[in-house]
């Protein structure tokens, strides 16, 4: 399986801004997947998850009404929708897979299998 992200950029802050992620490969293989990012000098983080038919989703605290996580499967994409951008939301996005099912998404980096390349969004006046 291969992930590719996509839609980052500069944006000014309150902006809105739409990441994709691409599967490709043996998507079959594909249950949960989500959003994590990294800024410079901070550990990846948990931002976004959703599992395979899309009826459980879990975000962090610090997104959690501003973004807005979903997936078509008929595309094997999944999105983030980012709104209200502040400034402490700059970071390298990744998107991330798993290849087990569970109930419940994850939060830990190590439960994901798969990962995407990462797309700098950056926020800035």
């Known amino acids: 399986v291969q992930l590719q992200a996509s839609g980052g950029g500069l944006v000014q802050p309150g902006a809105s801004l739409r990441l994709s992620c691409a599967a490709s490969g043996e998507t079959s293989n594909i249950y949960a997947m989500g959003w994590f990012r990294q800024a410079p000098g901070k550990e990846r983080e948990f931002v976004a998850a959703?599992?395979?038919?899309?009826?459980?989703?879990d975000y962090s605290d610090s997104v959690k009404g501003r973004f807005t996580i979903s997936r078509d499967n008929t595309r094997n994409t999944e999105y983030l929708q980012m709104s209200s951008l502040k400034p402490e939301d700059t970071a390298v996005y990744y998107c991330?897979?798993?290849?087990?099912?569970?109930?419940?998404?994850?939060?830990?980096?190590?439960?994901?299998?798969?990962w995407g390349q990462g797309t700098q969004v950056t926020v800035s006046s």
């Open positions: 959703i599992t395979r038919g899309g009826l459980n989703r």
């Open positions: 991330a897979a798993e290849r087990v099912w569970r109930r419940h998404v994850a939060r830990l980096p190590t439960s994901y299998d798969y």
